[in-house]
């Protein structure tokens, strides 16, 4: 789960646990270290904190190390908050003590063009350095789709790592279904719809909406409908082409935040703020899943990433649980699924046991594995062969995903670029914060073009 402030984007991971996982038998063959059982080997995994991720990796885990006689597998997590996970990864690659390593997915917006001068930060900097290794050939990257996980984390005719997770996370809605029944409410299909829903819900004397705002959950409203509004007329396989124009006419200077398009989208965000909670600004993202799921008689919807699963679940157990995504536009057929990828496994030069490596990731891959692992997350599916799991929660996204899109991402920036050079800061926007459209979208354009010397 990651709670960092960001604009536009609310990143993270979870929901529904995992059954026994099947064992490879494949026998490890560590370089340097000949065949057979291996005596006291360690191999290393870290990941960062995600209740359903977590889980299924231990089972994992155990049994590789059923499979492995001799080796050990230490596990390794801490949380994205505070930078921990960022400190805890930092350090196990300068001791060269990590084998297999996740990592949020660069994707392409990781790696601007040279004539920007911009250097990558994060997984994006570790691929142009030459720490991670090159998967692209290994035999279980042929489980995957290859252009999607070039996108996620190709470079230069290599792919770095094998993208695992993507999730909704961008106006991502759960909903409660008997709530909604209850008022004669179906899921809405556009955005004027979603606005009547909450005046219904309103006028009833129920609150529509639950969000943390203080952890900048209510950012997905903007994001969502950004996605929706930029990608109208535009099919789903344009969505990198889209987030790559868009980043060169930011750099050029022939388009900036202070433009029609997000000034729309900016008062769409503040219509839908009026139905929230009115304490929101203080809520936390680690608490309100749960929160949320216990009050089953208020607050049908919950602005949450698709992540979150697995707590609302063992919070209520009996709730009739619903997802779907913000409607951010009047036309139906654009309002579509939009999704992050997220959680990337990458494996360092620097690997220790890297053949063991190898293997803990040809053992997570093989179909009957990793189709756990979309139950135990629910995460959407990145090998073609394996459909999304059939969560009950998850009716809605299986029957929408044909023509879902990777979401927009935000234009290259420098790093250290202050916060409203990234996007608008939807904690400053009335009615969280005090400023007006006109005030936030101005001081980011200006934010913007200061940074990058225009």
């Known amino acids: 789960m990651r709670t960092v402030r960001t604009p536009f984007t609310i990143l ?41 991720a977590v889980e299924f990796t231990k089972q994992l885990n ?19 908050a505070n930078g921990a996970w960022q400190q805890l990864w930092n350090s196990m690659l300068q001791s060269k003590s990590v084998d297999v390593l996740a990592q949020f997915a660069p994707t392409q917006q990781g790696f601007a063009p040279d004539y920007t001068n911009l250097e990558p930060g994060g997984a994006a900097a570790l691929i142009v350095s030459g720490q991670l290794t090159d998967l692209k050939d290994q035999p279980f990257m042929k489980n995957y789709d290859p252009q999607v ?55 009833a004397g129920v609150t529509p909406i639950f969000v943390s705002a203080k952890d900048g959950m209510h950012g997905g409203v903007w994001q969502g ?41 900016s008062k769409r965000h503040q219509e839908i703020l009026k139905y ?12 309100a899943p749960g929160v949320w799921a216990a009050k089953s008689d208020d607050y049908p919807f919950l602005l949450d990433g698709s ?15 619903g997802f779907f995504t913000l409607p951010g ?42 189709k756990k692992w979309l139950a135990s997350t629910g995460s959407i599916s990145t090998q073609p062969a394996l459909k999304n799991t059939d969560l009950p929660w998850m009716d809605w996204l299986n ?36 400023d007006s459209v006109d005030t936030i979208l101005a001081r980011s354009a200006s934010a913007y073009r200061k940074s990058v010397g225009k």
Not at 63 to 80: I, L, W
Not at 308 to 318: V, W
Request: charged share 20%.
């Open 307 to 321: 992540w979150d699963g697995l707590t609302i679940q063992q919070a209520n157990p009996k709730l009739n649980l």
């Open 149 to 203: 996980q070039a996108d996620a984390a190709g470079y230069k005719g290599g792919v770095y790592g094998v993208m695992a997770a993507e999730y909704v996370g961008a106006g991502a809605l759960w909903y409660k279904k008997d709530l909604l029944a209850k008022y004669h409410l179906d899921v809405p299909t556009t955005y004027q719809e979603f606005l009547d829903a909450c005046e219904t819900l309103k006028k």
């Open 399 to 434: 029957s929408h995903m044909d023509d879902a899109f990777p979401q927009l991402t935000t234009p290259w920036y420098p790093a250290g670029a202050p916060l409203d050079a990234q996007g608008p800061d939807i904690y400053k926007l009335a009615p969280i914060g005090k």
């Open 276 to 287: 929230i909670e009115p304490g929101a600004s203080g809520v936390a993202q680690q608490t």
């Open 12 to 52: 993270v991971a979870t929901a529904g646990l995992a059954a026994t996982l099947g064992a490879c038998t494949t026998p490890s063959s560590d370089s340097g270290s000949g065949g057979g059982a291996k005596q006291n080997v360690t191999l290393t995994v870290a990941e960062w904190t995600n209740p359903g």
């Open 62 to 80: 155990a049994e590789f190390e059923k499979a492995h006689p001799g080796v050990t597998v230490k596990f390794q997590t801490a949380p994205t």
């Open 329 to 370: 536009t009047d036309d139906a057929a654009a309002n579509r699924v939009a999704f992050k990828p997220d959680l990337t496994w990458v494996v360092p030069k620097t690997a220790p046991h890297k053949d063991l490596a190898m293997e803990w990731l040809a053992m997570f891959s093989k179909p009957e594995n990793y």
């Open 225 to 265: 409908i950004a996605n929706q509004v930029i990608m109208k007329g535009h099919q789903p396989s344009e969505s990198v082409k889209v987030s790559e124009d868009r980043a060169v006419a930011f750099w050029k200077g022939t388009q900036s935040w202070d433009d029609p398009v997000y000034k729309e989208i």
